[in-house]
């Protein structure tokens, strides 16, 4: 259990990271000229440098605490917050006529680091 943990919390920090830093530092333009990333147009440019924001700090929260020893509950908190703003992205693509299939599974890799470490850190 604990080696899958450790696998789904690398690739879920990968992907958040990358994620993350393209809202983060592309205009909104640029980011909801992509045909895949339209939902931007729902968005003022600040909620999606927001998102990125969220998401990129949650990525080394996935790792860090867990891995460096020091506040080790920060990392299910930060799946879990991560799981939440997946569900959000879930609404927007039902909403928007999207396939919701990549947030979704996100937000199931996040709920699943979060409940094993809450139960292995706990």
């Known amino acids: 259990m604990n080696v899958s943990l450790w696998i789904a919390q690398a690739l879920l920090a990968a992907a958040f990271l990358a994620a993350g830093w393209i809202k983060l530092f592309r205009p909104k333009e640029k980011i909801a000229a992509n045909p895949r990333l339209g939902w931007a147009n ?11 924001l969220a998401e990129v700090l949650g990525a080394p929260g996935l790792v860090l605490p867990l891995y460096l020893r020091i506040l080790p509950i920060l990392t299910p908190v930060a799946a879990a917050c ?41």
């Open 42 to 52: 729902d968005y003022t440019a600040s909620q999606v440098k927001l998102i990125g």
């Open 82 to 122: 991560l799981a939440v703003i997946m569900g959000g992205a879930v609404h927007t693509h039902v909403r928007r006529g999207e396939t919701p299939l990549p947030a979704t599974l996100l937000g199931l890799m996040a709920a699943f680091v979060a409940v094993g470490r809450f139960l292995v850190t706990a």
